[in-house]
């Protein structure tokens, strides 16, 4: 069992940052990639970034610049730095990790950009 848990969220006026943690804990050598995923209300979840073992990484056309997702491994907590923020990138923004077909999410955490 893989226990996620997201930090960092608030309430951000547009072009401001926020950093977003997700701690791992449990069963961690298991995890192979490790991603960011966003849902706006009315809206279906989306991809934001994923970091594989080696970092490695992907990121959605939307945040592209604007994002950077990194892990430190040795904490088993990967990280979402936030910079100029718009008011879409609102939505709840959830932690996975993954390990052959399965996957582990956390709770999600708010973010909110306010124009």
């Known amino acids: 069992q893989v226990h996620l848990v997201e930090s960092g969220g608030g309430l951000v006026q547009a072009g401001g940052s926020l950093r977003l943690s997700c701690a791992a804990s449990g069963s961690t050598a298991r995890i192979d990639s490790m991603g960011w995923y966003r849902q706006a209300p009315g809206r279906q979840r989306e991809l934001v970034a994923t970091i594989s073992p080696g970092a490695s990484t992907n990121y959605a056309n939307s945040v592209k610049g604007r994002f950077t997702i990194s892990r430190d491994n040795a904490k088993n907590t990967v990280y979402l730095q936030m910079n100029s923020l718009k008011p879409e990138d609102t939505a709840v923004y959830y932690c996975?990790?993954?390990?052959?077909?399965?996957?582990?999410w956390g709770q999600g955490t708010q973010v909110t950009v306010s124009l």
């Open positions: 996975k990790a993954s390990w052959g077909i399965f996957g582990s």
